[in-house]
């Protein structure tokens, strides 16, 4: 159902089924589409409040027909997660499109707060299904192993997935390693065994202008 064309285009084929996708994000289609907004970014109201109280309101939209759709994000790169029954973690910014039989919702990730600096919460994806994510840049996969947890500068974390323990350790980062930066600095660490999505490319958080 998820296929790309080239790195930054995502195109979906649809007989009768329904994909849900970032408002704004459909570039083209062909056939017969049914378009239908909906709001929060996650299922029913407590995914509608939480965005609400930290800030990060999405605006997600539902495709349903018979067709292809075309969606991109900014020129940005992306990532087809396939997904088996597991959960995803997700910024809600880098979420791009959902099979509309997945699961989304948000979860609590701790006092630091999410990455993006916008709240206490990040965006969940969970079921049979795929999902397609975007990041500044082409991401890199790090596997996470109980022998090998693997620490990730806030500003270039995208996503997590797998049996994976994410927690914050404050007081540094790599750049005020070197004297630059500013702010309340911490690094994100995890633990257990999973996979680590990274861009290459640092997007402002509430550890100051990394």
């Known amino acids: 159902m998820f296929r790309l064309q080239g790195s930054k285009v995502l195109a979906v084929d649809m007989t009768g089924d329904a ?19 909906l709001s929060g970014g996650g299922e029913g109201l407590r995914g509608m409040v939480t965005r609400r109280l930290t800030g990060e309101q999405m605006t997600v939209m ?13 020129a940005s790169e992306i990532n087809l997660v396939s997904l088996q029954g597991d959960k995803l973690y997700v910024e809600a ?13 948000t979860t609590f990730t701790g006092l630091r707060g999410a990455s993006q600096g916008n709240g206490l919460f990040t965006t969940t994806v969970e079921g049979h299904g795929q999902a397609a994510i975007v990041s500044d840049g082409p991401a890199v996969v790090f596997r996470v192993s109980p022998q090998y947890p693997l620490t990730v500068d806030p500003g270039a974390y995208v996503a997590h997935q ?3 323990r994410q927690s914050f350790q404050s007081g540094v980062t790599f750049r005020t390693l070197l004297g630059e930066g500013g702010g309340e600095a911490f690094q994100i660490r995890f633990e257990g065994d999973g996979l680590v999505y990274v861009q290459p490319s640092e997007r402002n958080t509430i550890a100051g202008d990394l």
Do not use: I, P
């Open 19 to 37: 994909v849900k996708a970032k408002n704004g994000s459909m570039v083209a289609y062909d056939g017969q589409m049914a378009f239908k907004k």
């Open 93 to 105: 910014g880098n979420l791009l499109a959902t099979d509309a039989g997945l699961r989304t919702g």
């Open 62 to 74: 539902e495709v349903k027909g018979h067709g292809t759709c075309w969606f991109a994000d900014r």
């Open 162 to 164: 797998g049996n994976v």
